[in-house]
Every structure is written in structure tokens, then in C-alpha cells.
């Protein structure tokens, strides 16, 4: 069931067409723009954004999204930033922000959809760009970290370009998906924990586990290294 209300036809896989005068640069300074626009609307703080599949395909990739969104919510000081899409998005914005709210704390998130989309029913969704193709390179620029569960296209496009601009993503690889695709068997940084790392491929590892060690990466990559 969707829970965001799109006043115009639009779905996640739109394409984005280039027009003949819109050379790279050009649009290159758009999502920029387009960014610059996102962040002055966000709390200040922390950013995490969540990407990933816009349906839950694992046994339990949805238990292990509500069980880490309840887990980081724990976070004062953490803003969470998804697409606003079903899935991985608003199922980690559901738990997030109801854990942020039985805990009377400000719910800091954040969703981004292209302008026209109406609002999800928790947190702030926030206009980025005129389609998906614009909302998918504006996600990839307004993180400190990002943690990727399942995912498919649409989640390879926002993680390309998170790991151009420098962001560590973090990839639930049990989930398969292209978290799985992209968990590599070493740690992208120093500061991350090989045994947590290896967690997040652990088919076997139980969820609490799991939660434990991106929780662990989490606080090395924004909190330890500062």
C-alpha cells in the first residue's frame, strides 16, 4: 500500500529526458541547485539516508528494516532522509518516526519525491526535482552515510552517485538485492569493525545482531571518527 498521495502520474522507474541544450554540466549545476534547495528544508544534524527496493523481497529484510529504523532511532541528534517510496523507505520512516514518538523526542525525518508528490503520512516530505531521475541524484547528495537494504536500479543510481560524492553507504548484503551486489569482503574505512562488517553478509547472524553491528558502523563513520 502506498502511503505518499502523487497529484500527478509518477512512478519509480520514470526516466528522466535530457533535452538537446542540457549539456552534463548544466544539468550537473541542477541537481546541485536542487540540493542546496533540499538541505536548507532539513533539520540540522547527523543525516542518514535509507535507500532501497520499493518492495520487500527477503524472508526477513522488512523485520530487519523495522528492527534497525527502531534501533537508530534511539539517535537524538540523528536525521533519517528516504525517497518516500513504499518498501524500504517508509517501512524504516514508519518504525523511525513512531519510536521518536513514544520517546516524546522530534522526529527529524525527512522523505524526498519529485514536486507535484503529496505528503507521506509521517515525518516531512519534501519536493526534489521533476522526476525520479532528479530525485535519485538529489538523495545521492544530501547524506552523511548511507545504509542500503535490498534494492534494486533505482538504489544502484542513488549509491553511484553517494560513493561519487564521497559518502559511505553501507549495504545490508543478506538482503540481497543490490545490498548484496555491493558489499565487498573488507571494510571501505579503517574506523568500521571487520566483525560488523561481516555481520551485514551473515545470512545466519539473528537480527538483533544485525542491528547491533550497522548501528556500530553507524556510530564509528558519524559520531566516533568527529
Given at each position: ?11 519509480a522507474s520514470d ?6 541544450d542540457e549539456s ?203
Open positions: 500500500m502506498i502511503r505518499c498521495r502523487f497529484h500527478k502520474n509518477l512512478n526516466g528522466f529526458v535530457v533535452r538537446p552534463e554540466r548544466t544539468m550537473n549545476d541542477h541537481y546541485e541547485t536542487e540540493t542546496n534547495a533540499v538541505l536548507r528544508q532539513i533539520s540540522p544534524g547527523p543525516r542518514l539516508v535509507v535507500i532501497g527496493s520499493t518492495k520487500f523481497w527477503g524472508a526477513d529484510s522488512g523485520r530487519i528494516c523495522e528492527a534497525i529504523a527502531m534501533d537508530l532511532a534511539s539517535m537524538d541528534d540523528l536525521v533519517a532522509v528516504t525517497g518516500g517510496m513504499d518498501g524500504v523507505g517508509l517501512t524504516f520512516g514508519q518504525y523511525f518516526a513512531a519510536t521518536r514518538i513514544k520517546s516524546a523526542k522530534p522526529e527529524k525525518l525527512f522523505h524526498l519525491l519529485p514536486r507535484g508528490s503529496g505528503p507521506c503520512e509521517s515525518g516531512v516530505t519534501i519536493g526534489a526535482g521533476f522526476d525520479f531521475q532528479d530525485r535519485r541524484e538529489v538523495l545521492g547528495r544530501i547524506g552523511q552515510i548511507y545504509l542500503m537494504i535490498e534494492g534494486g536500479p533505482g538504489t544502484e543510481h542513488e549509491a553511484e552517485v553517494a560513493v561519487l560524492k564521497g559518502f559511505p553507504v553501507i549495504p545490508v548484503a543478506r538482503t540481497g538485492g543490490h545490498a548484496g551486489a555491493f558489499h565487498r569482503p573488507e571494510p571501505p574505512s579503517p574506523g568500521i569493525p571487520e566483525e560488523h562488517w561481516r555481520t551485514l553478509a551473515d545470512a545466519g547472524a539473528p537480527i538483533e545482531i544485525v542491528v547491533e553491528s550497522v548501528r556500530s558502523i553507524v556510530r564509528s563513520i558519524l559520531y566516533d571518527r568527529n
